[in-house]
C-alpha cells in the first residue's frame, strides 16, 4: 500500500488530496495545525486506518523533528507540501491591498516565508529517510505561477510572489541534490482553485486540481525531476 504524506490537510485541496488518496487505497499521514478540523476528522473515521490525523504546524521544526521520530520505519512515497499562506494583504485591488509598493508588513512577509519556504524544506530533510524507505520517492510542493519571473506582467504580491519563487528555488536544489537518492522533486502549480485562498469566483474546482495533480504526480519520472509543472502536467517558465 503506497502511503502519502501531506500537510496543510485540514482544508482545500491538502483535504482533498487526502480524501483521494484514501478512496485510491492508499494510506494518508494527514498532517494539519487543526487536527480537529470536522471534514478532516469524518475522513480520518470514514477511512479507517488508511488515514491517520497528526497535529503540525510546519513552521515549528522542533515539532516536524518529532513527527519524523514518531514516524520512524514508515515508508513515504510521495510528501505533499500543501500547507501554505497568501499573505494579510490578500486584497486584489492595487497589487494586492498590503502587498503593493509602499505598503508592506514586514512581520507578516517574514511570517509567510516561514510556512511557503521555510516549512517544505523543514519537511524534506526531516522525511529524507522515510522517502528513501518508499518506492516512488516523489517530494511534491504546491508553488504558484506567481512565483514565476518571467511571467510577472503585474507587480505587486511583493509577499507571496517572493515566496513561491523562493520556494521553486528551494525545489529545484532539491531536484539536484536528491538526485543520487533517487528522489523526484518539482513544484507544481495548482490553477486557480476555489478555495478559501483562491477565492469562489476561481475558475477550478478542489476536485479537479487535485485529480489533476495526482495524474502528474504518479507520471513523474526522473527526467522531470526539478520541472516547473501546472496541474494538467504542462510546463511554466521560472
Known sequence: MPTALITGANRGLGLEFA???AREGWRVMACARSPDAPALRALAEESGSRVSV???DVTDGAAVAALAVALSGQPVDVLLNVAGVIGGGREPAAGGGRQRFGAQDYEDWK????????G?????????GHLEAGEQKK???LTSRMGSIADNTSGGYYVYRSSKAALNAVVKSLAIDLAPRGIIAVPIHPGWVRTDMGGPSAPLSVEDSAAG???VIAGLAPADSGRFLRHDGSELPW
Request: hydrophobic share 55%; no cysteine; glycine share 0%.
Open 19 to 21: 480524501r483521494q488518496y
Open 139 to 141: 517530494i511534491v510542493s
Open 120 to 128: 517544505p524544506m523543514r519537511m524534506a530533510e526531516a522525511f529524507i
Open 111 to 118: 511570517h509567510v516565508l516561514d510556512v511557503n519556504v521555510l
Open 213 to 215: 495533480i495526482r495524474e
Open 54 to 56: 497528526h497535529a503540525l
